[in-house]
C-alpha cells in the first residue's frame, strides 16, 4: 500500500535549520510530483513546496521562497525539504504529499512530523 513517512521535525532555535525527509513507498515514486505543505494549529494546510517527477522544476509558497529548498532522490524514493533561518510562524505539522497532476492537492499524505521553532 501507499506510505508516505516524514522524519526531521523537532524543536528549533529562531534562525536556525532543518531538514526534513519523507520516504515513499508502494507506488512508483518517480511518477509523482511530491510536495511539503504545513499545517499550523487553527490554520489551513498550505503549500510549501513542491517538485515535478524528475526534480527539473519546483514552486514555492512565497513564504519558503529564499530559505527553502526541496529535493528528491528517485533513487531512494526520497524527498527532502531543507530549511534555512527558521522562524516562530514556521512552526506547523509538516506533511508530503504526492499528486499525479502538477500542483493538484494530493491523493496521499504522510502522517507529518512537527517543526516548532520557539527559543
Known amino acids: 500500500q501507499v506510505q508516505l513517512v516524514e522524519s526531521g521535525g523537532t524543536l528549533v532555535q529562531p534562525g536556525g535549520s532543518l531538514r526534513l525527509s519523507c520516504v515513499a513507498s508502494g507506488f512508483t515514486f518517480e511518477t509523482y510530483h511530491m510536495g511539503w505543505y504545513r499545517q499550523a494549529p487553527g490554520k489551513e494546510r498550505e503549500l510549501v513546496a513542491a517538485?515535478?517527477?524528475?526534480?527539473?522544476?519546483?514552486e514555492y509558497a512565497d513564504s519558503a521562497k529564499d530559505r527553502f529548498i526541496i529535493s528528491r532522490e528517485n533513487e531512494k524514493n526520497t524527498v527532502f525539504l531543507q530549511m534555512h533561518n527558521l522562524q516562530p510562524e514556521d512552526t506547523a505539522v509538516y506533511y508530503c504529499?504526492?499528486?499525479?497532476?502538477?500542483?493538484?492537492?494530493?491523493?496521499?499524505w504522510g502522517n507529518g512530523t512537527q517543526v516548532t521553532v520557539s527559543s
Open positions: 517538485i515535478t517527477t524528475t526534480g527539473g522544476s519546483t
Open positions: 504529499g504526492r499528486s499525479y497532476l502538477w500542483l493538484r492537492r494530493p491523493d496521499y
